[in-house]
């Protein structure tokens, strides 16, 4: 196993810390001690000897990963999809009175003021 590296943390100021994952929008709320426990250990392996609760948390969300997953390449391939995704439609809505512009396609008759 090892980290996500689309992660962030960011400290509460009252012992504790909030982690956030960026690939799926998961978070945890650790303790110092916890925090301290996981920011401290280079190996996977080594923290869920040390604390298997917290291992099984960060890996329920996402903050450690299997080896073998490249993300970059997770992040490409929803990229490609969601270009070619027809299920969404996109409608832009401007409410204004009072346009500035005078776009030649405009079906609003131009009126100052």
Same mark, same amino acid.
């Given at each position: 196993?090892k980290?996500?590296?689309y992660q962030t943390?960011?400290?509460t100021?009252d $012992? ?5 994952n960026?690939m799926?929008m $998961?978070?945890?709320?650790l ?6 426990l996981?920011?401290?250990?280079? +190996?996977?392996?080594?923290?869920r000897? #040390?604390n298997?609760?917290?291992?099984d948390?960060?890996?329920?969300h996402?903050?450690?990963? @299997?080896d073998?997953?490249?993300?970059? @390449?997770?992040i490409?391939?929803? &990229?490609e999809?969601? #270009?070619? +995704? ?9 409410p204004?009175l +009072? ?9 609003? #008759?131009k009126? &100052? $003021?």
């Amino acid at each position: 196993m090892k980290r996500s590296y689309y992660q962030t943390s960011v400290n509460t100021g009252d $012992g504790h810390h909030i982690h956030v994952n960026f690939m799926n929008m $998961g978070f945890l709320v650790l303790t110092e001690e916890l925090h301290r426990l996981y920011e401290e250990t280079p +190996d996977m392996n080594s923290l869920r000897e #040390k604390n298997q609760r917290l291992y099984d948390m960060l890996a329920a969300h996402g903050f450690i990963i @299997e080896d073998g997953i490249n993300e970059l @390449e997770q992040i490409r391939y929803i &990229k490609e999809t969601e #270009k070619y +995704d027809q299920s969404l439609y996109h409608l832009i809505v401007n409410p204004t009175l +009072d346009c500035n512009l005078s776009c030649w396609y405009c079906y609003e #008759k131009k009126v &100052k $003021g």
